[in-house]
C-alpha cells in the first residue's frame, strides 16, 4: 500500500511540476494556482531524475476535436481520484491543533493545497468538460458489464454496427487522400492554362 501511493504521489508530483513549467498556448494557469503548485512540489520532495526522466504520466499524442477533448476530460478525472487519494493519504488534523491558535502544521498546509487544487480540477471540469465526462463515464459502465445471454444476442447487431463504422472511415480517409493527390496533380495543367 506504502509502495502503491509512493507511484501514485510520484506521479502527481510530476504532474505538478508539468503544470508549474508548462505553458500551453492561449491558456492561463492563475498565479496563486501556479504557487500551491510550487508548495506540493516541495512537500512531496521528489527528485529530479524521477520529475525528468523522459516518462509522462500521461501520453503527449496529439489528438484533435471531440477525442482531443474526451481525452482531457479523462485526464481530469484521473487527477481528481489521485488528489483525492493524496487527500486520503494525509494524516488526520487533530481538534486541538484545529482550534489552538499555533500556525497550521505541514500537513495542515498541504491538505489546504491539496483541496485548492481539487477544487481548481473540479471548476474546469464542471465548467468545461461535462459532456465528455457523461460520455466516459457510460465507458466505464461498458467495462462492469457482465457476459450474459441479452448481451450475447446483441452482439451481431453491435459488430456490424461496429464494422460498418471503422469502413466508412477508412473509405473517408481513402477519398481525402485520393482527393489531395488528383488536387495537387492537377495544380500544374490549370497554372498552364493561367499563362495562355
Not at 484533435?64 to 493524496?86: R, T
Amino acid at each position: 500500500m506504502m509502495m502503491r501511493m509512493g507511484a501514485v504521489m510520484r506521479k502527481v508530483v510530476c504532474l505538478l511540476a508539468w503544470l508549474s513549467v508548462g505553458q500551453v498556448s492561449g491558456s492561463y494557469l492563475p498565479q496563486d494556482m501556479n504557487r500551491t503548485l510550487q508548495d506540493l512540489l516541495q512537500h512531496y520532495k521528489i527528485s529530479k531524475s524521477d520529475i525528468y526522466d523522459g516518462k509522462h504520466v500521461f501520453p503527449k499524442e496529439e489528438l484533435k476535436g471531440k477525442m482531443e477533448m474526451l481525452f482531457m476530460g479523462g485526464v481530469l478525472e484521473a487527477y481528481d481520484k489521485l488528489f483525492g487519494h493524496m487527500l486520503k493519504g494525509l494524516p488526520t488534523p487533530s481538534p486541538l491543533s484545529a482550534t489552538s491558535g499555533d500556525k497550521p502544521s505541514a500537513a495542515g498546509d498541504t491538505r489546504f493545497n491539496l483541496i485548492k487544487v481539487l477544487q481548481k480540477i473540479r471548476e474546469l471540469k464542471r465548467h468545461s468538460y461535462q459532456e465528455q465526462l457523461k460520455v466516459l463515464h457510460g465507458l466505464q459502465k461498458l467495462k462492469h458489464i457482465e457476459v450474459q445471454g441479452k448481451a450475447l444476442w446483441e452482439l451481431p447487431w453491435i459488430y456490424e454496427k461496429a464494422n460498418s463504422l471503422a469502413d466508412n472511415v477508412m473509405r473517408r480517409r481513402r477519398r481525402r487522400r485520393r482527393q489531395t493527390r488528383t488536387g495537387l496533380a492537377r495544380e500544374p495543367e490549370r497554372r498552364a492554362k493561367g499563362q495562355q
